[in-house]
């Protein structure tokens, strides 16, 4: 059974920095896109960062750049979000997401599996 389970939010006020780490429990049928997206209170998901399963490539939100560094672990089934000038407007749950191929920024549901959530809020 595939999973994927996030961790590392919390709570950290305005400027500060949060790191979380999603882990895929096992290898797709084919090399793995892996993303995050997220959704703040009484708005709809939005996509924040993609990388692919070597981890060389990438792609983020305009929103994040150059705030946040999406990477992958030693172990390609771990992936990181080091978020940093953490904003109140970066308030969300975040979701880690994967799909074997390519995945796309722009329809989320296309995503074949997500992880449960992991809070992040940020204080003014």
């Known amino acids: 059974q595939v999973q994927l389970v996030e961790s590392g939010g919390g709570l950290v006020q305005a400027g500060g920095s949060l790191r979380l780490s999603c882990v895929l429990s096992?290898?797709?049928?084919?090399?793995?896109?892996m993303a995050w997206f997220r959704q703040g209170p009484g708005k709809e998901r939005e996509f924040v960062s993609l990388?692919?399963?070597?981890?060389?490539?990438?792609d983020y939100a305009d929103a994040v750049k150059g705030r946040f560094t999406i990477s992958k672990g030693n172990s390609r089934f771990t992936m990181y979000l080091q978020m940093n000038n953490l904003r109140p407007e970066d308030t969300a749950v975040y979701y880690c997401?994967?799909?074997?191929?390519?995945?796309?920024?722009?329809?989320?549901?296309?995503?074949?599996?997500w992880g449960q959530g992991t809070q992040v809020t940020v204080s003014s």
């Open positions: 997401a994967a799909v074997p191929g390519t995945g796309s920024r722009f329809a989320s549901g296309s995503w074949n599996y």
């Open positions: 990388i692919d399963w070597s981890g060389s490539s990438t």
């Open positions: 096992t290898r797709l049928i084919s090399d793995t896109t």
